[in-house]
């Protein structure tokens, strides 16, 4: 593992220059926020693509063929290395099984970043087209000629187009690219649809309504998403049975804050609404299993107070020995996410200032405010190291206990690391 992030990070900046724009899984600094963005410019209602090819890749990590990823790669001081990676195999039911083709999963270089080199190409095979903006921030667009737009992430993709038959010719198109990666397309997950119909992506459900104000475009969590949701906490609600409200409240912020954060950037609110209402049912029920012969009125004056925050709801789920509440969704901030422009590349040093300014919304945005106030103590850098804060890790919060020469009393001194 040492050796492949040794060689992942030589590697990587090489191939940031050449990545497609479009292309935003398992790179530095993107997202699939980003690519959600990138859909909803590319489908607004102002568009003249209402035409959506969703893109399957079948067993794509499974079937890459390994003569093109070393062809790619061949120029590389350690391509040697990357070959035995390939080839090394796997052991299932204790046999040691050869792997003539894929990927293996698993790895820090081999699936991500060795996967992403497979696959890049697809828009210049499919003829898409960029050109240089005049806008003030500068950058580079799709040109409007083409009439196509893409989005890639992992092994799904989708490509926009003005047409339906614009759009189904992507079968044809994508032949070349697909031979050469050994990778096929799925037909049961691989199909034409016009955006009024809408389509799902990375757990989102993108479609064009008919309102009073004419068509608009609406981002919203899938159902699909909702369902795994839900299906996590009626889970931890089974394992959790019987546990205290502390252990509960433990393990249920961060599942709540992760799908919430997850959710906020789309149209969220009555998904976080009706997230809370279901949350609050599986509390009651679990209460109720946990004391069978208290009153309601006795649990819910023991176990329900009002937001620590402020608020006028008084049905928050406090814990009576800790106070610490469960989170509701519906306190999570609905807002719009700003997508990484063109091919930027946090290893591009001419960006420095662009990536700070970036890092630091992302920073503030998802982290609590008693984080957020830490950090612009100590100028968002590590008290201990003097490091930036803005390097992609996550942020956590330890109280240290500092025994004073004098006394014995503990002074608690939050600290992020």
Same mark, same amino acid.
């Given at each position: ?40 410019? /590319? ?7 209402? !035409? ?15 003569? !093109? ?17 390939? /080839? ?51 950058? +580079? ?8 737009? @893409? ?27 697909? &031979? ?10 691989? @199909? ?8 799902? *992506? ?7 309504? #008919? ?6 475009? *609406? $981002? ?16 931890? *609600? ?10 509960? $409240?433990?393990?249920?912020?961060? $599942? ?6 997850? !959710? ?33 009125? !006795? ?12 608020? /006028? ?30 091919? #930027?590349?946090?290893? /591009?040093?001419?960006?420095?200032? +662009?990536?700070?300014? @970036?890092?630091?919304?992302? *920073? ?11 950090? @612009?103590? &100590? ?39």
């Amino acid at each position: 593992r040492v050796y492949q992030n040794v060689v992942k990070n030589a590697l990587e900046p090489q191939w940031e220059v050449k990545f497609e724009p479009t292309s935003y899984v398992f790179r530095p600094k993107r997202s699939t926020h980003d690519a959600i963005s990138n859909l909803f410019n /590319n489908l607004n209602t102002n568009s003249k693509k209402k !035409w959506v090819f969703e893109g399957d890749f079948l067993g794509c990590f499974d079937h890459l063929n390994h003569n !093109w990823i070393m062809q790619q790669t061949s120029m590389f001081p350690g391509s040697t290395l990357i070959k035995r990676w390939l /080839n090394m195999g796997y052991i299932e039911q204790d046999m040691l099984r050869t792997t003539t083709e894929g990927t293996p999963q698993g790895g820090i270089i081999v699936s991500p970043l060795l996967a992403n080199i497979a696959l890049c190409g697809m828009e210049e095979e499919i003829g898409i087209v960029y050109k240089k903006t005049y806008k003030p921030n500068g950058g +580079y667009a799709i040109d409007p000629k083409c009439k196509i737009g @893409r989005v890639l992430s992992a092994d799904d993709f989708v490509i926009v187009t003005e047409t339906k038959e614009k759009a189904e010719s992507m079968y044809g198109k994508l032949t070349p690219y697909l &031979q050469k990666r050994g990778i096929t397309l799925s037909m049961d997950k691989t @199909r034409v649809t016009h955006i009024e119909d809408g389509f799902d *992506f990375l757990g989102f459900s993108l479609r064009q309504y #008919n309102t009073g104000q004419g068509k608009k475009l *609406f $981002i919203k969590p899938s159902r699909d998403s909702i369902k795994k949701a839900k299906n996590k906490i009626k889970d931890t *609600f089974s394992v959790m049975r019987g546990r205290p409200v502390k252990e509960i $409240i433990s393990v249920l912020n961060p $599942i709540i804050r992760g799908y919430g954060q997850y !959710w906020k950037h789309v149209v969220s609110k009555k998904t976080y609404d009706y997230m809370d209402n279901y949350i609050f049912l599986k509390v009651r029920k679990h209460l109720k299993q946990l004391h069978p012969k208290k009153s309601r009125k !006795w649990i819910s004056k023991r176990y329900f107070k009002k937001p620590h925050h402020g608020g /006028n709801n008084r049905w928050i789920l406090t814990c009576p020995l800790t106070n610490i509440q469960l989170l509701k969704m519906s306190w999570i901030k609905i807002e719009r996410h700003a997508m990484v422009a063109y091919k #930027n590349s946090p290893d /591009n040093p001419s960006l420095r200032e +662009y990536w700070e300014k @970036r890092d630091r919304k992302v *920073f503030n945005s998802e982290n609590t405010l008693d984080r957020m106030k830490l950090a @612009r103590k &100590q100028g968002y850098r590590c008290a201990l190291y003097k490091q930036t804060l803005q390097n992609g890790e996550k942020v956590t919060v330890r109280n240290l206990e500092v025994s004073t020469s004098t006394s014995a009393k503990l002074v608690h001194v939050p600290c992020i690391r």
